[in-house]
């Protein structure tokens, strides 16, 4: 029903308002009906009194009374006998009487009551009724006028606190609106941001309160959003590139050797090697982006296993033979103390020979490529240098970026065989740093927790050398 | 025909520069946006093929560079990038066509005739003088009803007349978009390549199309 919050918060502030208002009129008004009340009892038991004194008089006294006495009003009297028949009224009452019932009587018995009554022309008075000797004393004030002093006391504090909820409400709904203003410029601004303008921030200004910080955190989160956004379409763009230039190559190669009537076939023969060059090309480059993703959507799913370092180190070097052949680089490991850790054996397979294949890339002819392998309180490290040209400063913050090639990089690899060996580190909780001095030596280290791996894999596995 | 390639793939450059030759084109190429604003500037081509993704300038801040200094050589832009956003900015900048990668080199050949038939007022592949016919899609000369066998530079020179048929082409014109390069005023090649095409074209009809503009150059014309 109360759908915005707007009209909520007035509403329920105005409720508050509304009650305390409500209570403070009713106690306002009670007091005032209290306190004419007693001071009127007051006035009508002290002429009770006064009759007592003055006692012997009263039909007399009853004719001319009443003047003077309970705050400049009349006191109407009566006198009736035992049986509760009048004998006598005073003037004032002209041809009314006042009417007393039995029990009243009887109660008025053992001591003065004042009550409530009627006149027989039906206003109301307040009476009191006295024992004498031969009847009751009975003297009453008019209510009429303290009524109507009450009555329109009630109506005043109705009206002024009718007048006060409207002003409070006004007030309310402007002040509100107001500190609410933020609400609506960021749902405006959220709005627009949906509709696919990630460029778009709410930059509230204004003091720095509750509203603000919400603002500011949108703000950055939108900030993280656009930026994730932005390098997935990269990355697109990227793999459409990467992926599009050999395509372009293989088919233009094609087209054009089919063209050509006067084609030899040694024509022919380049034609499909250049296609064939660049086929290759895009099956390494389909293969890197299939394990990039596999390895991104199965993050988790790693076949831990115990591995023995020296063993691992010496795998890598059978397997990547063919890698370092082009170059006719020399690898090896520095010998150490053997040690077993624990890590997905494959996939840290895939790791290394990406980074060899990296180092191959950068070494000279018959450079030297070396791996190592240690522990630290936390970690294993196991980390692959070369004697290259070294990686440019400004490169090194974006090798491990997919697609990332450096200015000079002539190496025509696919550009994710590091982001793939980054991904694989952070898999095992691991990660990897470079540390490259130009034209001398370069290496990637790869950090591998220890508590990755449980206490018994640090014995020494039986049957190592 | 001269045409420029900007690209900076080695391989691509290497193909359509072997594919726009056996169709007598004469090929140009550079490997960054910077190379290809100078050549572009300083030299007449007669149409350029643009990648987008190039190294110092891409291609839509180079094609608006270009025509900002005045440069009306058509471009065609080649690029991986096939979005529409994409394909509207590069022809907002002022390219002529948009030629997705990968293409079929068909394609690229037949954008490649149709930008250079905008250029002139033909409106086909076939450009007629008097009774001369020039099929600018397969590369065959007829006068009259007789087929004329040309070599290709010949055929390219004829070409490039035609496409211009009724100018003042000057000696250096025709060695920059025929040749592709500037001659040494020295040579003759042009005088002696035009002698081969009179031998062809003009010779035993009476109708003489191509003709020496004393002082100025050539023109082929009615």
């Not at chain 1, 005032?32 to 008089?57: C, P, V, W």
């Not at chain 1, 990089?409 to 952070?426: C, P, Y």
């Not at chain 2, 100078?38 to 025509?67: C, H, Q, S, W």
Request: aromatic letters at 8%; one cysteine or more; proline letters at 2%.
């Amino acid at each position: 029903m109360f759908k915005s919050f707007k009209t909520k918060l007035v509403i329920g502030y105005t409720l508050i308002l509304v009650f305390i208002l409500v209570l403070f009129s009713a106690a306002i008004y009670t007091y005032a009906k209290q306190q004419t009340y007693s001071r009127i009892d007051q006035s009508i038991s002290h002429r009770l009194e006064q009759f007592e004194n003055n006692n012997g008089m009263h039909f007399k006294g009853l004719r001319g009374a009443g003047k003077g006495v309970g705050g400049g009003q009349t006191f109407l009297e009566e006198i009736v006998d035992s049986q509760g028949k009048i004998t006598s009224t005073s003037i004032f009452l002209g041809e009314n009487e006042i009417i007393i019932d039995e029990a009243t009587l009887n109660q008025a018995k053992k001591e003065p009551v004042i009550t409530n009554s009627l006149l027989t022309d039906d206003s109301m008075v307040r009476v009191g009724i006295k024992k004498i000797d031969d009847g009751y004393f009975v003297s009453a004030l008019p209510l009429y006028e303290s009524e109507q002093n009450i009555l329109s006391l009630g109506i005043s504090l109705l009206v002024a606190n009718v007048i006060f909820i409207i002003i409070a409400l006004a007030t309310g709904i402007i002040f509100v609106s107001r500190a609410l203003k933020p609400i609506k410029t960021i749902t405006e601004k959220a709005n627009e941001i949906s509709s696919g303008d990630l460029s778009q921030r709410v930059n509230l200004k204004g003091p720095k309160d509750e509203l603000k910080k919400l603002a500011d955190a949108f703000d950055k989160m939108i900030e993280k959003l656009d930026n994730l956004f932005k390098g997935q379409k990269n990355f697109f763009a990227d793999i459409s590139h990467e992926l599009k230039t050999p395509l372009t190559i293989a088919r233009g190669e094609i087209d054009v050797a089919l063209r050509n009537q006067k084609a030899t076939k040694d024509d022919l023969k380049n034609a499909l090697k250049n296609a064939q060059e660049e086929l290759e090309k895009m099956t390494s480059m389909v293969n890197d982006l299939l394990s990039l993703a596999r390895d991104e959507s199965y993050k988790n799913e790693l076949a831990i296993e115990k591995i023995s370092a020296k063993k691992f180190l010496q795998e890598i070097i059978d397997k990547s033979e063919n890698l370092i052949k082009p170059k006719s680089a020399e690898i090896h490991f520095d010998d150490f103390k053997n040690f077993t850790f624990r890590g997905d054996k494959k996939k840290l397979q895939r790791l290394f020979l990406s980074l060899i294949d990296n180092a191959t890339k950068h070494v000279s002819k018959r450079g030297t490529i070396t791996l190592k392998a240690g522990r630290r309180p936390d970690f294993t490290v196991l980390s692959v240098s070369d004697n290259g040209a070294g990686i440019p400063k400004d490169d090194i913050p974006h090798i491990f970026e997919r697609f990332y090639k450096g200015e000079k990089s002539t190496s025509g690899g696919t550009g994710l065989g590091l982001a793939i060996a980054k991904n694989i580190a952070e898999a095992h909780g691991g990660k990897i740093e470079v540390e490259s001095i130009p034209d001398k030596t370069t290496t990637f280290s790869v950090y591998l927790p220890i508590n990755h791996q449980s206490s018994a894999s640090s014995c020494q596995s039986p049957g190592e050398t | 025909m001269r045409i420029l390639i900007i690209e900076d793939e080695q391989k691509i450059i290497n193909f359509i520069k072997k594919g726009l030759e056996a169709e007598y084109y004469t090929v140009d190429f550079v490997l960054d946006g910077e190379d290809g604003y100078f050549k572009a500037l300083n030299e007449r081509y007669d149409l350029i093929l643009l990648d987008v993704m190039l190294p110092k300038m891409n291609g839509f801040e180079l094609t608006k560079k270009i025509r900002e200094r005045g440069v009306k050589t058509p471009i065609l832009m080649l690029t991986a990038r096939d979005t529409v956003e994409d394909k509207v900015k590069g022809l907002n900048a002022g390219a002529d066509d948009y030629l997705p990668k990968p293409f079929s080199f068909d394609e690229l050949l037949a954008r490649t005739r149709a930008l250079l038939r905008r250029a002139t007022t033909e409106k086909s592949n076939i450009i007629k003088i008097f009774d001369l016919k020039i099929d600018t899609a397969s590369h065959e000369v007829a006068r009259g009803n007789q087929k004329i066998n040309m070599t290709s530079r010949e055929y390219a020179l004829l070409e490039y007349l035609a496409r211009n048929k009724n100018m003042v082409l000057s000696r250096t014109r025709i060695a920059q978009h025929v040749w592709g390069y500037d001659f040494d005023t020295q040579t003759n090649i042009v005088d002696v390549y035009i002698r081969y095409l009179r031998k062809k074209i003009d010779e035993g009809f009476d109708k003489k199309l191509i003709q020496t503009v004393r002082g100025a150059g050539y023109k082929i014309g009615e």
